[in-house]
């Protein structure tokens, strides 16, 4: 079992719509979850990070964490076509010699 | 604010050989990571830098090796060069304190090509 592991996709949604993107972690000790959008050829870039039980919004974007069921999601309202790119979910702990485990990334495409 | 800063772009190299890629992090940041993005594969960590020390380091060969320099800039050197080499490797930065509390902010990467 990976430690981060997200559905790798495609997920595909119209424009507007809400797109919803899961990630469930292994280890009960993390501390922080990343989210990071990555478009085709490019580096990832920072979107939100939770640390704590619920929700956080930002923008379009909403963060949401649930550390007793070990997941954390990532929705995205009134999707557009710029939305289109590969999402990271990334996991950390605080530990000394902690680090940031990422997932393989879940594939959005919106459609006009 | 200048971002993470990465070179070359582009490193073509043959089997055998050695690459050197560098990294410049944001001011103020003093943690350097260094990932491997293979084709169509996942971030793979390789090495954390954090106050000139190597902090932790994934599960690759010792030719993957690396050192930062006092002005928190990194090296990622890859030695005897393999085919499975080629990839988009990455260098983030964050504040000090571990890549598990901060966010961490990519450079633009470096495409290594082994042929």
Redesign the interface.
Known sequence: QKEVEQNSGPLSVPEGAIASLNCTYSDRG???F?W?RQYSG?????IM?IYSNGDKEDGRFTAQLNKASQYVSLLIRDSQPSDSATY?C?V??????????????TTLTVKP | EAGVTQSPTHLIKTRGQQATLRCSPISGHTSVYW?QQALG???Q?LL?YDEGEE??R?NFPPRFSGRQFPNYSSELNVNALELEDSA?Y?CASSLA?????H???????TRLTVL
């Not at chain 2, 966010?103 to 990467?109: A, I, K, R, S, T």
């Open positions: 993390s501390q922080s990343f990071y490019k580096s990832p870039e920072l990070f990271l990334a950390g702990d605080n530990t000394n010699a902690g680090k940031s485990t990422f997932g393989d990334g | 990932y594969l996942g971030l960590f954390w902090r932790n994934g988009l990455l304190g571990g890549q598990g509390i966010e961490q902010f990519f450079g633009p990467g």
